[in-house]
């Protein structure tokens, strides 16, 4: 189902200094988010620097098949007029959620929780995810799964319960589309559901039930985890949701400005939240020369103003408690390590295994075609840094928007270009991105 554009290859030249400012685009986990709890709300909630991403498009078009009425004014101006939560329609056609597991996750959760059937479908990406950490607990919740490709993969038809269960459950990964399902499915229950992580993941759904009214309290659990509990069928209320700049969006211009010698480039109004920071702590560790110009609050969250400059970066070891707060970001700090002097290490990698593609094989492959140096041992990856890497070409990309825009990034700061055989997919996350790039001074092209 979906996507059968032809493959379009791109290439990245070595570029001269990057200048100037900038804004990426709203942030993916939000907008989603934005959509759905639009849906479970009665009245109309305005979404003001919505991603006009193919994966949020897709989340928006689910949610209109489930009742919703959206309606976009002006870019990333959209209002989503929703039927409230217990009162969804049964989709008519199958939902496709083309490349995104975020939107096609949480939306289990909502549909689990509702006493409706829905087939979920997805690109080829997709259709290779796995599915049943979130389909486990929504079944213990009463949910039944009636039709599944193998291994509990999409396609598969969910026949959700007008009266889930509440639950009281530890999830067995770090994931907050895992949480976020089962708090989504716990928000029609007639009882409290807890949701308890080992590790913190990020915190968009809790505090955005909080903002829409529900009774939800998160308490600290263990070292570094989190203890969720949620009194089910509150009356949410429709509300303004003002969605600040993606974080693993700005990781690309940031990365590039490093890698790239002479360069200077403010990045706006970036997301602050220290369950999605864990790239820019590291690579402070590494040495970047980047200064906080401005730290304010929009819209419910920090944001910050970086001033980012080309910078000798040094080898460092990434732990993996760390990982839940900057997993997408991983194939762009390869990049950075490949031109930092050193090894980086970075740990407890197991879960890019299953994200767009296997990150893990994806992130090592593609620095081998660019004469970088990495190996994986385990879930771990480690990066010998060079000071000069080749480049080459063409990368593959297998359907997965970061490991596309991380070589772009990096055919900015090798000796000879960098082709990527794909550059479709990057559409999921950020259509602007090679338009933002070229608008600094990177040479992007055909
Ligand atoms: O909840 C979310 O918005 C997301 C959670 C993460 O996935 P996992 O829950 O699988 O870790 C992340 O990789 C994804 O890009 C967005
Ligand atoms: C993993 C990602 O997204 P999703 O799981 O929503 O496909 C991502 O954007 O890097």
Known sequence: MSHSAAPTPLTARPSGPLKGRVRVPGDKSISH??????LLSVGETQVEGLLEGEDVLATGRACAALGAKIQRHGEGSWTVSGVGVGSLLEPREPLDFGNAGTGSRLMMGVVAGHGISATFDGDASLRKRPMRRVLDPLVRMG??????AEGGRLPLTLRGTQDPLPISYETPVPSAQVKSAVLLAALNSPGRTTVIEREATRDHTEKMMAHFGADIEVTPSGEHGRRIVLGGRPELRASRIVVPADPSSAAFPLVAALIVPGSDVVIEGM????LRTGLLTTLLEMGADIEVLDRRSEGGEDVVDLRVRGSELHGVDVPPERAPSMIDEYPVLAVAASFARGTTRMKGLAELRVKESDRLAAIADG?????????????DLTVEGRTRVTGGGPVATHLDHRIAMSFLVMGLATEDPVTIDDANMIATSFPAFTGLMTGLGAKIGA
């Open 143 to 148: 949910a039944e799964v009636t039709v599944q």
């Open 271 to 274: 997301m602050d939240n220290p």
């Open 367 to 379: 620095l081998l075609v660019c004469g970088a140096d990495a190996v994986i041992s385990g879930d």
């Open 33 to 38: 988010r934005a959509m759905i709890f639009g």
